[in-house]
């Protein structure tokens, strides 16, 4: 199994820019979650997803992020527009379908905002 | 905010020495997880322990919870350059609601 995939892995991108971050979770898991994780703040819910459905938006900072999770296989997370404040490492995470609450992380995207 | 606190924020000993961290937190669990970030890198799972568990072992690890303390311990005995990591406790308090704590920077000195 390829694990958690998450792309880009560095994404640079100026203030006012779109970006969209990609997860791929592990085949079979049903819930996805992303995170964010910086110095100031440590590591950040922001989002997660049961079979495919938002459950939990609370931890989005605010209305210029959003995500979608339009199958089981596929989600992004988007912020438009970037500011330089969201520079962080983004990670997705998963969990197999009626197994313990062990979360499978991805390798994270590192996004700065110029 | 729910979020767990470890103690210490940085740990440095050296190799073969155990290393203790802790993991403190505010309201009821499910079960608390511990996780290892190398740097650059996402988290691994390293071991889980339910809220009816105190005291659980995996080849070199040994954690134990305090439900009455909300406090749970993790210790890394015969340590080893390759520990070298960030550490982090996750609790898990109504079913996929997860709080990661602050973190541990541990450095073993070979």
């Known amino acids: 199994d390829a694990g958690v995939i998450q792309s880009p892995r560095h994404e640079v991108t100026e203030m006012g820019q779109e970006v969209t971050l990609r997860c791929k979770p592990i085949?079979?898991?049903?819930?996805l979650f992303w995170y964010r994780q910086t110095m100031m703040r440590g590591l950040e819910l922001l989002i997660y997803f049961n079979n495919n459905v938002p459950i939990d938006d609370s931890g989005m900072p605010e209305d210029r992020f959003s995500a979608k999770m339009p199958n089981a296989s596929f989600s992004t997370l988007k912020i438009q527009p970037s500011e330089p404040r969201d520079s962080a490492v983004y990670f997705c995470a998963s969990i197999r379908t009626g197994g313990e609450s062990e979360q499978f992380f991805g390798p994270g995207t590192r996004l700065t905002v110029l | 905010s729910q979020q767990g606190e470890e103690d210490p924020q940085a740990l440095s000993i050296q190799e073969g020495e155990n290393a203790t961290m802790n993991c403190s937190y505010k309201t009821s669990i499910n079960n608390l997880q511990w996780y290892r970030q190398n740097s650059g890198r996402g988290l691994v799972h390293l071991i889980l322990?339910?809220?009816?568990?105190r005291e659980k072992h995996s080849g070199r690890l040994r954690v134990t919870l305090d439900t009455s303390k909300k406090s749970s311990s993790l210790l890394i005995t015969a340590s080893r350059a390759a520990d070298t990591a960030s550490y982090f406790c996750a609790t898990d308090h109504t079913g996929n609601q997860f709080y990661f704590g602050t973190g541990t920077s541990l450095t073993v000195i070979p």
């Open positions: 085949s079979g898991h049903n819930s």
């Open positions: 322990i339910r809220s009816n568990e």
